[in-house]
Nanobody, 115 residues
Framework: QVQLVESGGGLVQPGGSLRLSCAAS????????MGWYRQAPGKQRELVAT???????NYADSMKGRFTISRDNAKNTVYLQMENLKPEDTAVYYC?????????WGQGTQVTVSS
């Protein structure tokens, strides 16, 4: 089994920043890609960014320039640095990991951008 625990969400004003973290534990010997997705109320879950164990990153076009994904392989942790946040970034952010071809999800962390 693989466990993913997210942290770092919260309430932030427009233009503010947040850093999300997601720590993987359990049977993660073949941990490969990790990433972040988000789901806003009434919308489908969408990709934010992914990062491979070697550091290659992929971003959704709308996230490029404001969001940065990074990873600490020694800690099995992935981060999402979010800058210049906008109200439309309000969503539940989910951590994702691929281990030996299987997909795992965290419980989600709420990010609310509001004045």
């Amino acid at each position: 089994q693989v466990q993913l625990v997210e942290s770092g969400g919260g309430l932030v004003q427009p233009g503010g920043s947040l850093r999300l973290s997601c720590a993987a534990s359990g049977s993660i010997f073949r941990l490969n890609a990790m990433g972040w997705y988000r789901q806003a109320p009434g919308k489908q879950r969408e990709l934010v960014a992914t990062i491979l164990s070697g550091g290659f990153t992929n971003y959704a076009d709308s996230m490029k320039g404001r969001f940065t994904i990074s990873r600490d392989n020694a800690k099995n942790t992935v981060y999402l640095q979010m800058e210049n946040l906008k109200p439309e970034d309000t969503a539940v952010y989910y951590c994702n990991a691929i281990v030996a071809g299987s997909y795992y999800w965290g419980q989600g962390t709420q990010v609310t951008v509001s004045s």
